[in-house]
């Protein structure tokens, strides 16, 4: 149960875009799309941002999209926000296990 | 409003035992499956354990299989740890985390958490 692969920080100025990416094989993914993005400020509780690879839950920012594409999945944020400086976590869902990548630091310069 | 409160942490010697408690309130508890997700200090997120809303189904991570087990109280809407043998490793905060709402592959709602120390 290896943990999927981030990069360990990212950066971006406000109003840029970035994007995390997220790599695991075949079987860590499965065969369904489960892949979902956590953001998680110093202290603070994982907050879900995207659930199935591309879909927000309520009251998350739009400025939040998620994609797959083979065995790499991809969050991207948009305009940039101070706010937005925090770890993300990337997983993967199946009926018996959860897999999280090893985070990704993110630094709005 | 939905919340989960943890209990039981503390420090504890190497090869000891400790069960941790998550008490939920604000949902219908009976219907979601939860999950336990650790993370050691300055470290990343490390699933733990998943039991089904019933409580008929467990899966545990291959590093506490044999040494761990979750279960549920339907009746208190509390979900449990047990976690026996204790190492070093097992060092961290532990989180429940509730299965959502519109996708049971994501975690909608997580604990604030709760601190173990293994040490001697």
């Known amino acids: 149960q290896s943990a999927l692969t981030q990069p360990a920080s990212v950066s971006g100025s406000p109003g840029q875009s970035i994007t995390i990416s997220c790599t695991g094989t075949?079987?860590?993914?499965?065969?369904?799309?489960?892949v979902s993005w956590y953001q998680q400020h110093p202290g603070k509780a994982p907050k879900l941002m995207i659930y199935?690879?591309?879909n927000r839950p309520s009251g998350v920012s739009n400025r939040f999209s998620g994609s797959k594409s083979g065995n790499t999945a991809s969050l991207t944020i948009s305009g940039l926000q101070a706010e937005d400086e925090a770890d993300y976590y990337c997983?993967?869902?199946?009926?018996?296990?959860?897999?999280f990548g090893g985070g990704t630091k993110l630094t709005v310069l | 409003q939905v919340q989960l409160v943890e209990s039981g942490g503390g420090v504890v010697q190497p090869g000891r035992s400790l069960r941790l408690s998550c008490a939920a309130s604000?949902?219908?508890?009976?219907?979601?499956?939860m999950h336990w997700v650790r993370q050691a200090p300055g470290k990343g997120l490390e699933w733990v354990a998943v039991?089904?809303?019933?409580?008929?189904?467990?899966y545990y991570a291959d590093s506490v299989k044999g040494r761990f087990t979750i279960s549920r109280d339907n009746s208190k809407k509390t979900v449990y740890l047990q976690m026996n043998s204790l190492r070093a490793e097992d060092t961290a905060v532990y989180r429940c985390?509730?299965?959502?709402?519109?996708?049971?592959?994501?975690?909608?709602?997580w604990g604030q958490g709760n601190l173990v120390t293994v040490s001697s």
């Open positions: 997983s993967s869902y199946t009926s018996t296990r959860t897999l």
């Open positions: 075949s079987s860590d993914f499965g065969v369904y799309n489960y």
């Open positions: 985390a509730k299965e959502g709402v519109v996708a049971a592959t994501a975690f909608d709602y």
């Open positions: 199935n690879v591309s």
């Open positions: 604000g949902f219908t508890f009976s219907y979601y499956g």
């Open positions: 039991i089904s809303y019933d409580g008929s189904n467990k």
